[in-house]
């Protein structure tokens, strides 16, 4: 398990992490969800020992991790934003060096490289320079590479940005598949539709601040509505929905409204509300609340601005 008790951690111009406590089990898909800006990458240096907190402290498996503790760092592997590699030589020469900052046994590491690259898909390309690689093979070097030393847990920081979007299911299968393997993993993300898929639980941040936590069902529970309603928007509909207004939230957009009923209300209600008002049934159309309909709720804002 890792705790993260009470983080704070200034720069000298903002306060990138605010008071921020977060227990992640063992075995988690465990999401960091918020904008750009809101304390994500500060948040996996400080769990991979980079940075120190001003504040707080994080213990893993029990034990409190600091710049020396060197036994407890190598228990995590990390998978940073921008991608770090050697872009002149070949996967496997990649792999060979960032092994050798491990003190890994010689026959040990070759069996690891191996193993790694069939995991990633890229065995057959081990022998190909870097720079011929697309974004998404790229990023999937970069996770054979962090997972070299064995971690128990992974931090994935961003790692779809700039991948093409077969790539990108191709990264959600590996860590996936490392999870269905035992593997820890952590995974920061502003695209909420990846927390949605991915993740057992979500944390999620804004300006440093922890403002939700928990599964994605007990995370869309704090909405004040259970589901979204579009309804198209015409002559009829815009002289005819005043009388919606007081089932729940009207929200008038461009092209159609958004209606938000409230908790509990029966949609039998609202079903007969239309009928009463002549307006059709083809015209709307019903949807589940997402992690993006919560963030707007919480902050005003939307998630991608
Ligand atoms: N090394 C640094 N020096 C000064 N400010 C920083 C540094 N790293 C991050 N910040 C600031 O801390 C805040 C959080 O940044 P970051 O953790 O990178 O957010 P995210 O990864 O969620 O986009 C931002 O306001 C950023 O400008
Ligand atoms: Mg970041």
Redesign the pocket.
């Given at each position: 398990m890792i705790q993260i008790n009470n983080i704070t951690k200034s720069?000298?111009?903002?306060t990138?992490l605010n008071n921020v406590s977060l227990e992640i089990q063992d075995n988690a898909f465990y999401g960091l969800l918020?904008p750009?800006?809101?304390?994500?990458?500060?948040l996996m240096n400080l769990l991979i020992g980079y940075l120190q907190p001003d504040k707080g402290e994080v213990l893993i498996g029990g034990e409190r991790l600091t710049r020396d503790n060197l036994s407890i760092r190598k228990k995590i592997g990390y998978v940073p934003q921008s991608i770090a590699l050697y872009d002149d030589v070949s996967a496997q020469a990649n792999l060979e060096i960032f092994g050798s900052f491990f003190e890994i046994e010689k026959n040990t590491l070759k069996e690891r490289i191996n193993a790694q690259l069939n995991t990633v898909g890229l065995y057959e390309r081990r022998k190909d320079a870097v720079k011929t690689y697309s974004g998404g093979m790229k990023r999937r070097l970069n996770i054979a590479a962090s997972m070299l030393h064995d971690p128990v847990c992974l931090l994935c920081d961003e790692p779809t940005v700039g991948v093409d979007p077969q790539s990108r299911n191709a990264i959600f299968d590996l860590l996936e598949k490392l999870n269905s393997n035992g593997k820890t993993i952590i995974y920061?993300t502003h695209y909420m539709e990846e927390a949605e898929r991915l993740c057992d639980r979500i944390a999620i941040i804004d300006s440093g601040v922890i403002i939700a936590e928990g599964t994605l069902a007990t995370l869309l529970e704090q909405l004040p509505f259970d589901e979204t309603i579009s309804i198209a928007k015409n002559r009829e509909t815009t002289s005819r929905l005043e009388a919606f207004k007081e089932l729940g939230n009207l929200i008038e957009h461009d092209e159609l409204y958004e209606f938000e009923p409230a908790h509990g209300m029966q949609l039998s209600i609202f079903f007969q509300q239309l009928e009463r008002h002549n307006i059709s049934y083809r015209s709307i159309e019903m949807r589940k609340p997402t992690l993006e309909a919560l963030f707007l709720h919480l902050t005003g804002r939307k998630l991608r601005d």
């Open positions: 720069f000298p111009s903002v990138a918020g750009n800006g809101a304390g994500k990458t500060t920061t």
